[in-house]
């Protein structure tokens, strides 16, 4: 594996620094009070140079989640082909949350990517770009499931109805993980493994009551 050059190295700092000091003071002040000007002038560079990284403040109130959809992304289309749709789905999101800690943490505090979770549901012009993101990546996901499995996602619904059940455990996952106590990595790995678990049970046409 090549490492990158000096420049290139330079380039990836000036943008974590950005991306670090925008969501910092999204999450302190208010999406919508804070300025890019504020953003330049705390990390000292130019608002040429934060438009050269980012398109917008949007953009960069979603930098990290961005690193972890396609994350997962990557993990899915590493899923053996053998695997049934639902447990590549699990597995990949696991195996996400295995290697994108190290990432996250190169970048923002993981306390800080939690804090911007909650900023982006409770801010709604981001809640509502954060769910049309959610609808675009489900159907890319739906996609490479069908294409796993042989199908048209066109013709055949099974691969968005899939992909819309998994999409629901995750986002319960994120929120009960928000009013948790731990607010770990770890955490978050294991409430989703949990859940998950708990996908196939919740769809049986009768539930164990007494569990």
């Known amino acids: 594996m090549t490492l990158p050059g000096l420049r290139e190295r330079k380039k990836q700092r000036t943008r974590d620094a950005l991306t670090r000091v925008a969501l910092e003071l999204f999450t302190t002040q208010g999406y919508e009070r804070t300025t890019v000007d504020e953003i330049v002038d705390a990390v000292e560079v130019s608002q040429r140079t934060f438009f050269r990284y980012f398109s917008s403040k949007e953009e960069v109130a979603f930098t990290v989640q961005h690193m972890v959809e396609d994350r997962f992304v990557h993990a899915l289309g590493q899923r053996p082909a053998e695997e049934a749709p639902l447990d590549a789905l699990r597995n990949a999101v696991l195996a996400a949350w295995d290697s994108i800690g190290e990432a996250i943490v190169e970048v923002v505090p993981v306390e800080l990517y939690l804090r ?64 948790g106590t731990d607010q770990s990595l770890e955490a978050i790995r294991a409430l989703t493994e949990t859940y998950l678990d708990h996908l196939g049970p919740a769809l049986a046409p009768h539930w164990d009551r007494e569990r």
Not at 125 to 141: D, K, N, P, Q
């Open 116 to 179: 911007t979770y909650r900023m982006i549901e409770s801010t709604p012009a981001l809640l509502a770009v954060h769910l049309r993101r959610s609808t675009e990546m489900e159907e890319t996901i739906a996609r490479i499931v069908a294409a796993r499995e042989g199908l048209d996602v066109d013709a055949d619904p099974r691969p968005r109805i899939a992909v819309a059940a998994f999409s629901g455990v995750m986002r319960v996952t994120g929120q009960m993980w928000g009013r």
